[in-house]
């Protein structure tokens, strides 16, 4: 294709594309997000899975406590300690809806997992730690 056709043809592309993007001069607005989530508070139940090496582990204590400090989330001293079940599963029941919780598996003498979570992650899938 020659060079003056290929020429006219873009301009003639952008002749009618600046138009088109002058046509809706008021900006888009993006509605803001919902802060609408709470507690739920028929959820006072959570679920820690254990797994070592990625395979479900029985029999390991899996302690559960309040944060010591809502600043910088660490467990706090165990209120609880329940050992996981076949399944690698523990389930600690009558938690507070809304509360930040801690859990701390103990692997051996010298390795643990742990992790704090707020009700929006404990309330609505299992906690999981291990390796």
Not at 56 to 62: L, S
Not at 113 to 125: D, H, L, P
Request: overall charge positive.
């Amino acid at each position: 294709m020659p060079k003056r056709v290929m020429i006219l043809l873009a301009a003639l592309s952008l002749a009618l594309a600046i138009p088109a993007c002058n046509k809706n001069t008021t900006p888009a607005t993006t509605p803001a997000p919902s802060s609408s989530f709470t507690p739920n508070p028929m959820i006072s139940t959570a679920t820690v899975s254990v797994t070592v090496q990625q395979s479900p582990a029985a029999g390991i204590p899996v302690q559960a406590s309040t944060p010591q400090s809502s600043s910088s989330p660490r467990p706090g001293t165990p209120f609880i300690t329940l050992k996981t079940r076949k399944n690698g599963d523990a389930k600690f029941q009558n938690l507070k809806p809304g509360q930040t919780y801690c859990w701390v598996a103990i692997l051996s003498p010298s390795q643990s997992s742990s992790t704090c979570a707020g009700w929006e992650i404990w309330q609505f899938g299992p906690i999981v730690l291990g390796t």
